[in-house]
């Protein structure tokens, strides 16, 4: 079941700003949330583990049995898990549209995929969970070039500079996957690590 509540919260209880939005409230609140949120407690190993665990799926919007998929997926694949484990959670539409600067968070990159908004490749698709691949394009559809939306975005994308892995033409409203996101290139403070052995216990 996908959470509906306060995103800042999250944020909160990890200590962390999980979005754009969270920084400026971390600022006044940097601890948990609830009575004993300003109590200082010693985290064991295991709530490391699970925190970080927690993080990754709160950041990329998931449910626990998405992300446990993504999980079981990059365990079986060949090469190190960690690093394949990110270059899923990366690699998904919604996750490259906010990446771009399309959209102002996940869940609006989430709200304009499903909406119709983008095309991979020249052909429209309107799932956000789907895989992205090294060399796929990411174009505005040409009927929503117009739209108050996307007129709002032009003088935006100007500015903006996407991580290493992609490539923007805001003139064109345009992107491109141009290599493999990495632990390095994504910038990430997820510790993947702790979410194998979170999960190998």
């Known amino acids: 079941m996908r959470y509906l509540g306060p995103k800042t919260k999250r944020a909160r209880r990890a200590k962390e700003a999980l ?5 400026k409230y971390l600022v006044k609140r940097n601890y948990p949330p609830g009575m004993h949120g300003q109590s200082r407690r010693r985290i064991s190993e295991y709530g490391a ?7 990754a799926k709160w950041t990329y919007n998931l449910t626990e049995k998405q992300f446990r998929r993504y999980y079981d997926r990059a365990e079986k694949s060949r090469g190190l898990t960690p690093q394949l484990l990110i270059e899923q959670l990366e690699l998904r539409f919604d996750n490259a549209v906010y990446r771009l600067g399309f959209a102002s968070s996940r869940s609006q990159a989430r709200q304009i995929v499903s909406h119709g908004f983008l095309l991979v490749g020249g052909k429209r698709v309107n799932i956000p969970s789907y895989q992205l691949s090294v060399g796929d394009e990411i174009s505005v559809a040409e009927s929503k070039k117009n739209s108050k939306y ?10 903006y500079k996407p991580p290493d892995w992609l490539s923007l033409d805001g003139k064109a409203f345009s992107g491109k996957v141009i290599s493999k996101p990495t632990l390095e290139n994504t910038a990430t403070t997820i510790r993947m690590q702790f979410i194998s052995e979170f999960y190998s216990r």
Request: a positive charge; glycine letters at 0%; aromatic letters at 0%.
């Open 19 to 23: 979005r754009d939005k969270d920084l």
């Open 150 to 159: 996307i007129l709002a975005l032009a003088p935006k994308l100007k500015e």
């Open 49 to 55: 583990q699970l925190m970080e665990k927690q993080k």
